[in-house]
């Protein structure tokens, strides 16, 4: 089985207005270019401990299509019965008619099951049929800080039992990154770190020098080359979804089979320059269609509508997937809108989306 995964190919790339190019780490071959850091001065990290503790619950996922095609990517047991956090672009190909399968770090495969997936945070939940296994608990309340040292571990490349370190960069960043189906969607809080990890990292755990599950490793920037597309390898540019999201979306897999977030009742479309230009604004989001007794239609917007800000931020895609990534069910969001010429407010109450 290759280890790139149907998709997971350079169209997958987005561009950021920062030049780089955020990918999906579920399997791909590609060169190292970026130098190391070592953790932070004044600290140490025994991550020789940490690799004999944290690998033995560390799995390499199989995920394989109906059609053959599939790829490779990583996860973490967090319980001791068989679940499995990974992420949802790593198994998207098996959801129609595939099969997943898991590499123990004993050496043994056995077939896993999918409990459910939420591509708009990107983290899945598998189960396997063992019992008394090697636990990595997902550790929402560890305190994160900038330059912690930290440890990254799974299957870069097809390579399953790797282990490479270096510090958190960042902290709560907000990053739009391609989703297994299509499309964008957005890490909110995601935790930056400069931690080499590459394709086939995606959904292995981030661990403090403790041996903590703080982050599910998910994306990775790269810098485009002379002809616009995205080169291999991790340049120390690299985002894990937080342990809280994690946390979060895996129980309510576990208890629902599903995750749940909120909907605005509205179609909507980014304007054109052209069409910017015709408001008089300089970005907007235009409604296309207002579903019946959503909270758009109940906060009185219609189609031919043109959001400008959105809970009091510019309206713009990026914006919007923030906000249904981050907010909950039952919030009021405020938004100005343009109806012809006439600026309007009006406010939102979300709803679960159908």
């Not at 059609?67 to 990583?74: D, L």
């Not at 394709?199 to 755990?205: F, T």
């Not at 239609?297 to 895609?317: H, S």
Request: glycine share 14%; hydrophobic share 45%; proline share 5%.
């Amino acid at each position: 089985m290759s280890t790139e995964s149907a998709g997971h190919r350079s169209g997958w790339m987005v561009v950021t207005a920062a030049g780089l190019a955020i990918a999906l780490l579920g399997g791909a071959a590609g060169a190292i270019v970026a130098s190391r850091l070592n953790p932070a001065s004044g600290t140490s990290c025994d991550t020789v401990r940490v690799a004999e503790t944290v690998l033995p619950s560390v799995v390499t996922v199989f995920a394989t299509a109906a059609n053959g095609q599939g790829g490779t990517g990583s996860g973490a047991i967090t319980t001791a019965d068989g679940v499995i956090v990974t992420n949802d672009h790593v198994i998207h190909a098996a959801v129609a008619g595939g099969t997943i399968e898991v590499l123990m770090n004993s050496g043994e495969k056995v077939p896993a099951t999918l409990v459910g997936t939420d591509p708009i945070t990107d983290l899945a939940v598998l189960h396997i049929a063992k019992t008394g296994l090697p636990e990595l608990p997902l550790d929402a309340a560890n305190t994160v800080v900038v330059g912690q040292p930290v440890v990254a571990l799974g299957a870069p490349l097809g390579l399953s039992g790797t282990v490479t370190s270096g510090i958190i960069s960042a902290l709560d960043r907000n990053v739009p990154v391609p989703t297994g189906a299509g499309g964008t969607t957005i890490l909110t809080g995601a935790l930056q770190t400069d931690t080499s990890i590459n394709p086939g990292n995606s959904g292995g755990p981030l661990v403090t020098c403790d041996g903590r599950l703080i982050g599910v490793n998910t994306a990775g920037a790269a810098v485009p080359n002379a002809n616009g597309e995205a080169s291999g390898g991790s340049v120390g540019l690299n985002f894990a979804v937080s342990a809280p999201t994690a946390s979060r979306i895996a129980s309510q897999i576990l208890a629902d089979g599903r995750a749940t977030h909120p909907w605005i009742g509205a179609q909507i479309a980014e304007i054109t320059p052209t069409t910017a230009a015709r408001f008089g604004v300089r970005q907007g989001l235009f409604v296309q269609q207002v579903v019946k007794d959503g909270p758009a239609a109940r906060a009185g917007l219609q189609a031919g509508d043109v959001l400008v800000t959105i809970g009091g931020k510019p309206a713009t895609g990026l914006s919007l997937a923030w906000l249904l990534v981050s907010a909950s069910v039952g919030d009021q969001v405020e938004v100005e809108y343009l109806r012809g010429s006439e600026l309007s407010r009006a406010t939102l109450t979300l709803i679960e989306q159908p």
